[in-house]
């Protein structure tokens, strides 16, 4: 038992790791600036790509999502841990799915890039730490509180094999680029690394999440549960440091609040957008990179997140929902507000229990 915990432990490390040391990395490479990593900015991106929406300066077929999601799947298969399971609530998880990216989308960015920004000097993140950590509170008292969607169940063996097919069509769109799929000529998604690059890299990233379960949301959650132990440090510590050398190494540290990029100056509101996507992340179990991860083992109830992800991703677009360096415009804020009250509604209707 002590020799197969403490395996798990240097998986996590590794992937915590890997994580921040390639995420900077991606950065470095041709992926936006504090952003070589960020799985709702590559979800609006890819939205945009097949026409979701018309936003010209967010229209890429990003291969990371690719890689993650064929990473996980390729992993769950070698160590015959792929199994189609779900049918867990599936609108509520497709509605949640939308709102982790309106929260992402309120902050600009996921729990990944919050990390990535701020190990690159950006300090406007901290409000959105501040914000994780109590949504991911949040979240851990409601499922205490008996809040339970329920369990999964075992499926048909191909159902679980829907969304890393998709994401099989998706590379085929990304080295074909059929007349259809749309790709941006200047704004931040006509800045990416070469598919050669990221693809292999993500492809290792989605093989080491699978394998040690690494989330954000989670390590932050298991610290609530379980108090401050150091296998639950290992895999947030080990990526803070990886990306802050690698940021500190190639000069692209700059302790500043105001002028970073990717970012904006409305801390109330980047509280409230992390906040919402650390809640809804507890009760979905896993942030949205964990999402793609699950769904790329045979998870169709993740496989749904991912789908209301895509759809918040083009929503967030379309609605102009989503926050720029200007700040977060009204719908952006109705939006995530509202989020947060779909989240109490959630509490009162899946809870199984008395406190």
């Known amino acids: 038992m002590f020799k197969r915990f403490d395996r798990h432990v240097w998986l996590v490390l590794a992937t915590g790791l890997a994580l921040g040391v390639l995420g900077a990395l991606l950065a470095v490479w041709g992926n936006p600036v504090n952003s070589g990593i960020c799985v709702s900015c590559f979800i609006e991106n890819s939205a945009g790509a097949l026409g979701l929406h018309a936003n010209q300066r967010m229209q890429y077929l990003r291969p990371e999502l690719i890689g993650f999601v064929l990473g996980a799947t390729a992993s769950a298969l070698f160590f015959r841990e792929f199994r189609s399971r779900g049918g867990s609530a599936p609108l509520p998880r497709l ?26 000097g950006d300090l406007t993140a901290l409000a959105g730490v501040a914000g994780l950590a109590v949504g991911v509170w949040i979240g851990v008292r409601t499922l205490t509180a008996g809040v339970d969607a329920g369990p999964a169940k075992a499926e048909a063996r191909g159902s679980g094999l829907l969304i890393p097919g998709f994401f099989v069509l998706l590379l085929a769109l990304l080295l074909v680029k059929p007349v259809f799929v749309q790709f941006s000529s200047q704004g931040s998604a006509a800045e990416y690394a070469a598919v050669g690059v990221a693809l292999p890299v993500s492809l290792l990233l989605g093989v080491l999440a699978q394998r040690s379960r690494f989330c954000v949301t989670g390590s932050l959650r298991d610290l609530f549960l379980m108090g401050v132990r150091v296998p639950l440090l290992v895999g947030i510590v080990s990526f803070v440091g990886g990306s802050l050398l690698i940021n500190l190494f190639t000069g692209r540290f700059n302790l500043a609040l105001y002028g970073q990029p990717g970012a904006h100056t409305d801390h109330l509101w980047s509280f409230i957008g992390m906040l919402l996507v650390g809640w809804v992340s507890v009760l979905l179990g896993g942030c949205p990179f964990r999402q793609l991860i699950k769904a ?8 749904t997140v991912v789908v209301g992800m895509f759809l918040g991703g083009a929503l967030v677009q379309s609605w102009g929902i989503a926050a720029s360096a200007a700040g977060v415009p009204l719908p952006g804020k109705v939006a995530v507000l509202a989020g947060l009250l779909l989240c109490v509604a959630a509490t009162l209707v899946f809870r199984t229990r008395s406190a």
């Open 95 to 120: 509605i949640a799915g939308v709102f982790l990216i309106v929260g992402c989308a309120v902050f600009i960015g996921c729990p990944i890039k919050l990390f990535l920004r701020l190990t690159a």
């Open 296 to 303: 790329g083992e045979g998870d169709t109830d993740a496989g």
